[in-house]
């Protein structure tokens, strides 16, 4: 992997991180600022993808999908929960970064049973 790469990687993990921080921040915003503030987060994060495929890259979140072992994330949580099958990514803490069908930053989640 290229340092540049890696570098454009982490800068997408950061931004990334950077919107989701906005979308809970906006439940405190008066409800006449917020579709405003909505709107430039939606804008951002169109920014952030088209950055992104400009160089065949893109940011993978793992919300409400089964986990398994060949998804490119990390859990944080994997020890309470040995051996089992029955898993879920309750939350995407960090996505992974892709770049031609090959993982080039791993993602970090936090796990759940299935109910």
């Known amino acids: 992997m290229a340092e540049s790469e890696e570098t454009m990687a982490r800068l997408a993990v950061e931004y990334w991180k950077l919107l989701r921080v906005l979308e809970r921040a906006l439940e405190s915003v008066p409800d006449g600022r917020r579709e405003r503030f909505a709107s430039q987060g939606r804008y951002a994060a169109d920014r952030l993808d088209d950055l992104l495929k400009e160089r065949k890259m893109s940011v993978q979140s793992f919300d409400g999908m089964d986990f398994e072992i060949n998804l490119p994330a990390s859990p944080v949580n994997g020890d309470e929960f040995p051996?089992?099958?029955?898993?879920?990514?309750?939350?995407?803490?960090?996505?992974?970064?892709?770049?031609?069908?090959?993982?080039?930053?791993?993602?970090?989640?936090?796990?759940?049973?299935?109910?």
């Open 83 to 115: 051996n089992r099958t029955d898993v879920v990514v309750a939350r995407t803490i960090e996505p992974a970064v892709i770049a031609d069908m090959r993982p080039i930053l791993m993602g970090k989640v936090y796990l759940a049973s299935k109910e």
